[in-house]
Nanobody, 127 residues
Framework: QVQLVESGGGLVQAGVSLRLSCAGS????????MAWFRQAPGKEREFAAA????????YYADSVKGRFTISRDNSENTVYLQMNSLKPEDTAVYYC????????????????????WGQGTQVTVSS
């Protein structure tokens, strides 16, 4: 079992940056693909970014590409999401997810690919 705890969310103005953290514990964190999903009010949870077990491969949704950067520090069992140039449409609860194959297979965009989830952290971007 892997426990994931997100932090770093908050209320910010459009254009600023924010960094989310996801601290993992339990089973070997470094074996897993890790990802960030987000869910806006009234919408389905959607993929934002993913990173392979060693950080060698990263993947992004078109909506965040060029603005968000996912990274990981396996020595600290932590995954990060650096969010720059935030927009009001980035407002959502952000969830950390882990599991599946180490290299993040083609299913990485699907919530069911990840057996482990955090409780989420709210990000609100005002215009």
């Amino acid at each position: 079992q892997v426990q994931l705890v997100e932090s770093g969310g908050g209320l910010v103005q459009a254009g600023v940056s924010l960094r989310l953290s996801c601290a993992g514990s339990g089973r070997t964190f470094t074996n897993y693909c890790m990802a960030w999903f987000r869910q806006a009010p009234g919408k389905e949870r959607e993929f934002a970014a993913a990173i392979s077990w060693n950080g060698g491969r990263t993947y992004y949704a078109d909506s965040v590409k060029g603005r968000f950067t996912i990274s990981r520090d396996n020595s600290e069992n932590t995954v990060y999401l650096q969010m720059n140039s935030l927009k009001p449409e980035d407002t959502a609860v952000y969830y950390c997810a882990g599991g599946g194959s180490p290299y993040c297979s083609g299913q990485r965009y699907v919530t069911s690919f990840y057996p482990y989830w955090g409780q989420g952290t709210q990000v609100t971007v005002s215009s």
